[in-house]
C-alpha cells in the first residue's frame, strides 16, 4: 500500500490480458459498515441497491424500463491470495474472478461495476459452464438453475474505489457507494460480490 493507493486495490480497471486489482480480498476488506454514507443523502434505488437480498440486474431493469447488459472487463480463475473467512475458503483454492459493468441497453448509461470471487468447487456444473462461457449475470443464472439461495450483505459504505471511479468518468479520488455481499447455499457461500456506483449528485 501507498499514499497514492491506501486500499492496495492496484492500477486502474486494465484490458483482459492485464493485472488484476492487485492481492488480496481488494476493494471489499476496506469497505466499512456504512461508512462515511448519509442515507438520507441516497435516492431510493441506491437504498435498495444497498440492503436489497434480490436480483439486481432485474432491480436495475425494472426501475429504468430497458434491459440491462453485461460488459466483461476480466474473467479468469485464479488461487485465493489469503484465507477467506467471508467464503470459508483456505488460501490457494481455485476461484472465478469476474469484474463486470451493468450497462443500460438503450442508454449506454454504466449503471453498476462489480467484482465477484465464485468458489467453483460449490457451483452445479450447469451454473459454472454458464460463468465461464457466456457473460449472463449471475443472479439469472441462479433464478433459471432454481438453486435456493441467501444473500448476506456483509458491509457496505462511502469507499474509494479507482478502479471502478474510471468507468463512471470520475476522478480516481471520487468515493462511490459500494456494498459487499454473499451469495449462499445450502448453508455454504458460493461467492462474494462487491458492488459500486456513484453516489446522488
Known sequence: MSASDPLGCGPRWPTEAGPVFGPGP???AAVQ???GLDRARLTPLQRILLI????VTEILGAYRGEPIRIVKLHQGIEPAPT???ALEIAAGEPLLRRRILLVGQE????LIAADSRCVLARLPEGIRVALLTTTRPIGQLLLEARLE???EVLRCGLCPWPEAAAAFDLAAVQPLVVRVYRVLAGGQP?????EGFPPAP
Do not use: N, Q, S, Y
Open 26 to 28: 481488494g476493494i471489499g
Open 33 to 35: 459498515d456504512w461508512g
Open 52 to 55: 436489497t437480498d434480490g436480483t
Open 83 to 85: 484465507d477467506w473467512p
Open 107 to 110: 442508454t449506454g448509461e454504466v
Open 149 to 151: 439461495t441467501f444473500r
Open 190 to 194: 458460493l461467492m462474494e460480490i462487491t
